[in-house]
């Protein structure tokens, strides 16, 4: 059945460690997104692709990269430059120019770094 | 900046009682308005609003947008402890592909 995931759910890592956390759709959807959420921050854009093969910074991208080589995947590299990496990611997808505009989640990824 | 305000940030109330939940935004070439349930993980979509004054209507849920003041509402009649959840609004700018922002959500607690 259709949907995203994301894996693993829970993810700890120490302290200057790269991490990636994995997103696959089957939903043949084009765009893709990765958001954070923090307690009381709402949820803040760090990266998002239209199409395969390119993808925008969000409104928080320092610190974090990905790739899109797939069009079901899109998974998200938390690097040791990002400053306070624990937090609750979510990722999602949507079709542009469908005219629905919504965005699909996944469950997320909650990742610990001490 | 783009802006995108919710109130209250939370709330409690008891079951049975009708809650409304606030979004103003400062956008420039709003598109469309958003609204998601999250209760423990993924946001659930709920409405989507891009025109003045048409409400939308789920079961116990409605929404109506108001492009003119730059405001919606979230209502829900006869609470349930199953509508505990953070209500999260987002916003849709105009030749910005699909990218939502989001305000920081609203915590609705129903209590039996």
């Known amino acids: 059945d259709g949907g995203i995931t994301q894996s693993p759910k829970y993810l700890f890592r120490k302290e200057g460690q790269n991490v990636t956390l994995s997103c696959e759709q089957n939903l043949n959807h084009d765009a893709m997104y990765w958001y954070r959420q923090d307690p009381g921050q709402g949820l803040r854009l760090i990266y998002y692709s239209q199409i395969v093969n390119d993808f925008q910074k969000g409104d928080i991208a320092e610190g974090y990269s990905v790739s899109r080589e797939k069009k079901e995947s899109f998974p998200l590299t938390v690097t040791s430059a990002q400053k306070n990496p624990t937090a609750f990611y979510l990722c999602a997808s949507s079709m542009p120019g469908q005219g629905v505009n919504e965005q699909y989640f996944g469950p997320g990824t909650r990742l610990t770094v001490t | 900046e783009d802006k995108v305000v919710q109130s209250p940030l939370s709330l409690v109330v008891h079951e049975g009682d009708t809650v409304t939940l606030n979004c103003s935004y400062e956008?420039?070439?709003?598109?469309?308005l958003l609204w998601y349930k999250q209760e423990k993980k993924a946001p659930t979509f709920l409405f989507m609003l891009t025109s003045s004054g048409i409400e939308k209507k789920s079961g116990r849920l409605s929404s109506i947008l108001d492009k003119k003041e730059l405001f919606s509402i979230l209502n829900i009649t006869a609470t349930q402890t199953g509508d505990s959840a953070v209500y999260l609004c987002?916003?849709?700018?105009?030749?910005?592909?699909?990218?939502?922002?989001f305000g920081t959500g609203t915590r609705l607690a129903v209590r039996p």
């Open positions: 956008v420039t070439n709003f598109r469309s």
């Open positions: 987002a916003v849709i700018k105009k030749s910005s592909g699909d990218k939502l922002t």
